[in-house]
Structure formats: structure tokens, C-alpha cells
């Protein structure tokens, strides 16, 4: 019915963009073509600049009532076949947590942007990461989750593209947990030439084969197939406990322990595959700073400086994927520390999680926070010499 | 024995069991809205050359919705409470040719999903939304819902309700659906050739089926029944004396206009003609 | 690592006099008319007009890894508050411009050089006080023209402003360029 204008999708080249712009145009080269979303600062650009180009590559934007709303509308929007995705901020990341936990359990591929700006409640309109722990757990339930952490506008590109390969890979929902930092900033952003970007769409089960009689639509593999609305299939999504055919008459706790834990594995099993971090300047190093996200940028300076300038041989490591957890990578890499230094924009969220992997490695792990503002290389810096005098 | 001729579009078996019997109360009216619904998309199929998987039923959560769960041969999805028009809105923005079929309670409807609900009937998507009003939350046990009449006992109310109740189609109408109507359980011709018609109207269509919960009032389902034909009036005789007191059902109001969809393609097929200058 | 090469350029004022603008203006020039790397940047609070509103472009022909200005090479200050800001966070010999018909309390020049330019009433001269911006770009480029060609400049000024104020907003430009030119002895 409408022209899929895959002519009209992002150039290859350079271009100059606001994060939130990548973020959108990361979208529509992945094959994005509904978008729902409802107005929040600082997210409400990346809604924007999706009402702008949408309808132009033939594809179709909503302003939702709320953020419940939206979400649920991507549930639809994905089983009825088409790529989906809103953007929000926290206040509106919270409201959509059930929604997500739904579309865990009925393995529904969307990508939700969490703009993270200070709370709890209104907070303010700056630049936050306090929603890292609420994107692991904000869902209820059990299974897992993909959690990407862009750190400047040619990831806000990249990330967004590979949230949509990975939710179809995976037949998962994805986040993409930015900051006002990077999503507010102007950037230089190089889109690659066509052949060179790769977009994963979802296996249907006529990709394989399988007929409507024998589909079963939660079963077939590790990563079911995924039938779509229209088709013939009569798919039924479901989201009470159920058995791979859908059927969720004959309730007991194998059954259960089976449904969830698959869903669970899925993707925790796959770590490896899934989780990408970046690491500079290991080799020799007595301490390490681990950052994700905007903070990386600040980290590399500071790190830069620390070894150019104070002769401290601080190693950086990036988690560019924070959920699934990339513990066994890290502990495969990481070697003897005296301190991990964790700089973070809340209280010192991702700590745990580094602190559980590496507690072994290391004498300690030290917090650096910073609320509502991004690091300075002066912050990081100075509380790490703080630390070693 | 002869088969229900509705049971063709349901799944019987399937590799991990039986799927029937539904989990209805004996008595319940959803089973016989399912039934209804059915005889609808039966007749479009026979008559406008509609297919089975041109159907996709949508449901939130509570008795009603439990209807668009595993046991229906349609493309089917089970939601969330409140949430199945904002699903529904998704679902028609990926593929407008689907026939989108929303079954929805009246505490799913107008309580928790309330903003969804004007919502939905504001933009006129090409839908039709069945609410199955029983007055109450039935699977929870029998709660206060806003269509509760005022001075009912129930759960949450153990001392009478004082809140006046919705007309959920007066809420549709002025929300703006385009085709509007109320029936009963009791009156399934005129449910089933209104299902009919809502499906074919292009935009909201929005039928409220007020239906007997005889578990949580306690009233035997054929005195319930009786009451629901006693207690209703056709809307040509609502204006009469002896309509005092009797909910007023028929269709409501019946508008051509143009569904969102169609709107939204207008701006679709403008930017194809013009070269796209995007920064 | 190049990092050490970066260019700090802050551009501060209220809400409404079109500092973000010209902050993108810069950056666009710079990278994709220049070829460069540059990061441009903004903070403001929710008010659309009357509060404290910054851009900021850090240009480097590195890597740029902190995005936001250290110690500014150049601030242009529109008001009063945002000199009282930000004076403080710029480097030994920084280029400070201020209009001094917005700015009466002037700091005495120790560690930077301070230009008065007149961009308010450049920019009732070509029309509107909405040029003032521009006029502030102008002035800018004279001090950074070694940095960044002209016609990039002027050409990201064309591509990012209303078509219908494209050749007034040139003019400002021009004049505020032109006044520094003719003002002012530009030193290394």
C-alpha cells in the first residue's frame, strides 16, 4: 500500500547531525517504518525528526495519547510485520516497563531509546544515566534483556541500526540507553555505503518451511520463527505462561520453568555473541577505568591525561552493550588491578555488576559520580589522584 | 453429534492439549459475544470475499478479553489490560488492510484503558472495538467498574457505589467514532448484523454488548437474560414513557468520514510526487 | 593523539538570541564544508526565551573525545550574565567579544583580549535585532579566518537560517566582520 522508498533513507557520506537525528535515521536504514511516540524532554527531537522523514520513505508516524501507549502500539506495529520504535525519556521509561515485559515474554522485536535525564520524578532536563539498573530490571519478571550504550552521534547511527539487527535476531525488545549528552550534541556522522550495511530481519517460519498446521509459534528452535499477522498463520501472542504451541490450558511448574528460562537463555547465553566492549592501553596497567556511554568520552581524556601527564598507568575499558552483562569477556581480558574506577552520571549503578565480575581482580572498586552533568576530565581525574595518594 | 458450525474457527487441539472448553462461567455472555462475532466474520467471508487471515482479533485483559486468546483460528493477540486499542492503533500503521476485531471489557476499556479508548475513537482508525459490558470486574472477583450503576453492592462497594456510571457509547460518540451501537446478549440478530456493518464501515465502529455476569450478581443467566431484553428499549421508542428506566439500544450514530489511515496516506502519496529535500 | 590540537569556541546569552544557531553554523562549517572534526554543543533551561542559554563547538583535527569546552579560545558574551559566567573558563590570551551595548561591567582585560563589537546595532542597521547573531558570526570568523574558509562559513549561514532573511543575515555577517576588520589590529 505505501512505497517502501529505500532511495530516500540516509546517503552514504558525511553528514552533520544531532544525535537524536542519527538516531532516527539508524532507524530508517534498519527498515524502521512505524514509529509511536509521545512528547518528553529530552527525547522529543528524535520523535520529530521520525514524523519528518517517515512518511517520506513510506512509512508511518503516531503521536500517541502517553507512553503507554506508544509502547503498546509497537507491540502491535511488530506483530503486524513492520519494524517499530519509540523514544522516550525516564519519566516515560518507567510507564512503558509492563509493555516490556510483555514483549520479553512474547519474544516481540522493538527498540524502545531511554533519553536518560535526572529523576526521580520530573528531576531535571539534563543529562542522566540513573536508568541503567531499571533497563537489567524495571521489567517484572524474570528474562532478559539487550542494552546498548551509545556514546556519540555516529553510534547513535550505528547502535540504533544494530538495536533493530539484534531485536529481529533475537526476537527480543531492545534499548538503546542514551543521555541528553549525546543525544543533544551535533557531530560529524559517516553512513556507509549500502553493501556494507547489513540489516537482519526476523526468520518467519515459511523461511523455513514450516507450514500453518505444524507452526508452533514459540517453539522450532532456540529462537522461534516468528509468523506475521496477515499470513495465514493464526498466531496467537500470548503472554501467560504457555507452552511452545501457545496453548496456556495446561498450567504446571516444568512448564513454566521451561517457558521462562528459554526466554531467559536466549539471550544470556548468547553473551558473547551479543555483548561488544572497547578496551585501550591493558597491557602494563595497575588500575582501570571502566565507563559506558557519554562518560566515555570524558574517559578517554582523562585517561589520556592521566598517562601522558601524571604517569599513572590507568587502563580504559567501554562497555558499549551493558545488558546482557559481559562478564566472562571482561574477566577473559581484564588482568591483576590495584582500582577500578567507575565514573558514572548517578550514585554508581553499573559498579555492581563490574564490582561482581572483577571483585577478584582488583583491591577495590571506587565510584565517581556526577548528577545531571556530564564528567569533566578535571572531575575524573582529580578523584583518582585523590584515590592513589 | 453436529458441530457447532463457529467451531471451524476455533483451535480444538493442538500438540501440548485441548484448548476448549473457554474458561467462562456457565451462564457468562462472552462466550455467546465470541459466537456472534464469528457469525459476523463468517458472513464476510461468504459475502465480501474476505479471508480467514485478513482477521486479526485484539484483546486487553479480563473475561472479555480472554476470548482472543489461544483458542481462536484467527491471528490473534492476548495483551495487556487497557492496552489492546493502543496495540490495535500499531498493528493498522504496519498493515491498514488488516480487519481488526477488538475485544474488550468495560473495566479494560473505559477504566484503565479509558485514554485509549477516546483516543482511538477520536483518530477514526479503521477498527472495531466490541465491548463486552458486564457492569463489573469479572475476573478479578466481582469489583466496581465505572459502568457500575450508582448504589450497587460488589466487592469494592460493600456499601453501596456512589459513583454515577459511563454510557460508554455516549463516550465513543462525542469522542468521535464514527459508527456507534448498543446491544445486548440477548438480542444476537441485531449484535451480529451490527458486528457486520462495523467491520464494513470504514473508521472507529464501536459496539457496546451488554452482557450477563450471573457469578458475580448472583442471578441465575436466564433471569439475567430476560432482565437484559425487560430492561433495554430500541432507540426509536426511547423518547416514550415507557421507556423510563430502560437502557436505550440500536445504533447510535452512523458516519461517513475519512479513517486515519486514509488521511495519513494523503501526506504518503504528496511527498512521493515531490523530491525529497531532507536535511 | 592529536587531542591536544583542539579550537574552543563558547558562544553564551539568553534565550531567543539565536546563540544555538550560530553554534551549529560553526560546526557545520567546520566539518562538513571543512572537513574537520567538531562537536557543537547547547544547554539551556526549559524557558524558550529569557534564560541563560550556551553553544559551544569544540574543532580539532583529532579525535575529540570531551565534547564540551575546557578553557574557551573564544567566547562571545550577548549578555551581561553569561560574561559573568563564563569569564573565568577561558585560556591565557582568549578572544573575548562583547557588545558593549549589552554589557556595561567590563572586566579589565588580564589574561585575554577583549573586543567590543557592536552587534546590537548592526543589527537594527540591517533590520531587526534578530540579526545580532549573525553579526556576532561575523565578528567571530575575522578572529578564526585562518581556521575556516569564508564561503564554508557563509554557505552554512545560507543552508540554516529562513530563506527569506538568507541575504540580511549575510549582511549582519558581513558588517560584523568588516567592523572587526577595520577595528581592530588581529594579532596570532
Given amino acids: 500500500m505505501s512505497p517502501n522508498r529505500t532511495d530516500l533513507i540516509l546517503p552514504p557520506g558525511a553528514h552533520y547531525l544531532q544525535g537524536s537525528q542519527a538516531c532516527a535515521e539508524g532507524a530508517i536504514t534498519a527498515g524502521c517504518r512505524v514509529y509511536a511516540g509521545y512528547p518528553i524532554t529530552p527525547a522529543t527531537e528524535i520523535m520529530e525528526h521520525a514524523a519528518h522523514r517517515l512518511p517520506q520513505v513510506g512509512g508511518r508516524f503516531i503521536q500517541m495519547e502517553d507512553e503507554i501507549g506508544s509502547a503498546s502500539a509497537l507491540l502491535g506495529a511488530s506483530w503486524a510485520g513492520a519494524k517499530a520504535m519509540t523514544a522516550t525519556s525516564s519519566p516515560g521509561f518507567s510507564l512503558m516497563q509492563e509493555v516490556i515485559s510483555f514483549a520479553i515474554m512474547t519474544e516481540t522485536p522493538l527498540v524502545i531509546v531511554d533519553v536518560q535525564r535526572p529523576g526521580p520524578g520530573q528531576g531535571y532536563i539534563t ?26 552521534v555516529q553510534d547513535m547511527f550505528d547502535f540504533t541500526l544494530e538495536a533493530f539487527n539484534l531485536s529481529e535476531r533475537w526476537r527480543t525488545p531492545v534499548l538503546l540507553m542514551a543521555e541528553e549528552t549525546v543525544a543533544h550534541m551535533r557531530e560529524r556522522l559517516v553512513v556507509p555505503s549500502r553493501d556494507e550495511i547489513q540489516i537482519v530481519n526476523r526468520t518467519r517460519p515459511k523461511d523455513l518451511g514450516i507450514a500453518p498446521e505444524s507452526y508452533l509459534p514459540y517453539g522450532h528452535a532456540e529462537v522461534p520463527p516468528m509468523a506475521v499477522w496477515g499470513e495465514g498463520y493464526a498466531v496467537n501472542h500470548v503472554s501467560l505462561v504457555h507452552h511452545t504451541d501457545g496453548n496456556v490450558t495446561r498450567y504446571n511448574s516444568s512448564v513454566h520453568l521451561e517457558n521462562v528460562s528459554r526466554i531467559h537463555r536466549k539471550i544470556e547465553d548468547h553473551v558473547d555473541e551479543i555483548a561488544r566492549i572497547e578496551t585501550r592501553w591493558l597491557e602494563g596497567c595497575r ?79 571506587v565510584s565517581i559520580p556526577s548528577l545531571g552533568s556530564l564528567h569533566s576530565p578535571e572531575l575524573i581525574l582529580d578523584r583518582i589522584c585523590e584515590e592513589l595518594a | 453429534m453436529k458441530k457447532h458450525p463457529m467451531l471451524k474457527y476455533l483451535k480444538e ?50 473475561c472479555s478479553s480472554r476470548l482472543a486468546s489461544h483458542y481462536l483460528n484467527f491471528d490473534s493477540g492476548w495483551t ?114 451490527t458486528i457486520i456493518k462495523g467491520i464494513r464501515k470504514k473508521g472507529t465502529a464501536f459496539v457496546e454488548i451488554l452482557s450477563q455476569c450471573p457469578v458475580h450478581l448472583k442471578t441465575a443467566p436466564a433471569e439475567m437474560f430476560r432482565d437484559l431484553k425487560k430492561n433495554t428499549v430500541p432507540l426509536k421508542k426511547a423518547g416514550k414513557s415507557e421507556a423510563k428506566g430502560r437502557i436505550p439500544v440500536g445504533v447510535f450514530c452512523d458516519i461517513d468520514k475519512p479513517d486515519w489511515v486514509t488521511r495519513y496516506q494523503e501526506i504518503i502519496g504528496r511527498l512521493e510526487r515531490v523530491e525529497s529535500t531532507h536535511e | 593523539m592529536n587531542r591536544n590540537q583542539r579550537f574552543e569556541i563558547r558562544i553564551a546569552g539568553f534565550g531567543g538570541q539565536g546563540v544555538v544557531t550560530i553554534g551549529k553554523i560553526l560546526g557545520i562549517a567546520f566539518s562538513i564544508h571543512g572537513g574537520r572534526n567538531s562537536v557543537n554543543t547547547q544547554s539551556y533551561g526549559p524557558e524558550s526565551r529569557g534564560g541563560a542559554c550556551r553553544s559551544e563547538v569544540v574543532v580539532s583535527d583529532g579525535e575529540i ?113 568588516k567592523f572587526v576588520q577595520s577595528t581592530f589590529v588581529l594579532e596570532k
Fill in chain 2, 80 to 193: 495487556l489490560h487497557g492496552r489492546a486499542l493502543a496495540v490495535a492503533t500499531g498493528a493498522l500503521l504496519a498493515n491498514p488492510g488488516l480487519k481488526v476485531i477488538v475485544l474488550t471489557g468495560d473495566g479494560d476499556a473505559a477504566a484503565i484503558g479509558g485514554n485509549h479508548f477516546i483516543h482511538a475513537c477520536r483518530r477514526n482508525l479503521n477498527m472495531t472495538i466490541l465491548c463486552i459490558n458486564n457492569g463489573l470486574y469479572g475476573m478479578t472477583g466481582g469489583q466496581v467498574a465505572p459502568t457500575t450503576p450508582i448504589g450497587r453492592t460488589t466487592t469494592t462497594t460493600p456499601y453501596g457505589n456512589v459513583e454515577e456510571e459511563f454510557d460508554l457509547c455516549r463516550l465513543a460518540q462525542t469522542a468521535g467514532a464514527a459508527y456507534v451501537a448498543r446491544w445486548s446478549t440477548a438480542h444476537p440478530h441485531q449484535t451480529i448484523k
Fill in chain 1, 287 to 365: 588500575h582501570l577505568l571502566v565507563c559506558y556511554g557519554s562518560v566515555s568520552r570524558t574517559g578517554v581524556e582523562a585517561v589520556l591525561e592521566a598517562r601522558e601527564q601524571r604517569n599513572i598507568p590507568l587502563a580504559f575499558i567501554r562497555l558499549k552493550t551493558l545488558w546482557p552483562f559481559p562478564e566472562r569477556q571482561l574477566r577473559a581480558i581484564v588482568p591483576e588491578v590495584d582500582t577500578i574506577f567507575v565514573p558514572e552520571m548517578n550514585l554508581g549503578m553499573m559498579k555492581h555488576p563490574i564490582t561482581e565480575a572483577l571483585r577478584d581482580r582488583c583491591r577495590r572498586v
Fill in chain 2, 13 to 62: 487441539e493442538a500438540p501440548a492439549g485441548p484448548r476448549l472448553p473457554l474458561i467462562m462461567c456457565p451462564g457468562c455472555g462472552a462466550g455467546q459475544v465470541l459466537n456472534y462475532a464469528l457469525h459476523a466474520v463468517d458472513t464476510l467471508i461468504r459475502e465480501d470475499g474476505l479471508r480467514k487471515e485478513d482477521f486479526v482479533f485484539i484483546s486487553g485483559v479480563g
Fill in chain 3, 65 to 177: 573525545n570531551y565534547p564540551y569546552v575546557r578553557k574557551a579560545d573564544v567566547l562571545v558574551a550577548l549578555s551581561q550574565v553569561a560574561l559573568d559566567t563564563y569569564l573565568e573558563d577561558v585560556k591565557v590570551g582568549a578572544i573575548i567579544i562583547i557588545d558593549p551595548q549589552a554589557i556595561k561591567n567590563v572586566p579589565a582585560p588580564e589574561r585575554f583580549r577583549l573586543y567590543p563589537v557592536p552587534t546590537l546595532a548592526i543589527a537594527h542597521e540591517i533590520g531587526d535585532v534578530k540579526y545580532q547573531n549573525t553579526a556576532a558570526l561575523g565578528a567571530l570568523y575575522a578572529f578564526i579566518a585562518e581556521m575556516i574558509r569564508e564561503f564554508d562559513l557563509v554557505q552554512a549561514l545560507r543552508e540554516n537560517v529562513p530563506i527569506a532573511t538568507v541575504d540580511r543575515n549575510v549582511a549582519a555577517f558581513e558588517k560584523g566582520k
Fill in chain 1, 127 to 152: 543529562t542522566s544515566q540513573e536508568d541503567v539498573m531499571q533497563a537489567r530490571w524495571g521489567h517484572h519478571g524474570e528474562g532478559s534483556i539487550i542494552a546498548l550504550s551509545p556514546a556519540s
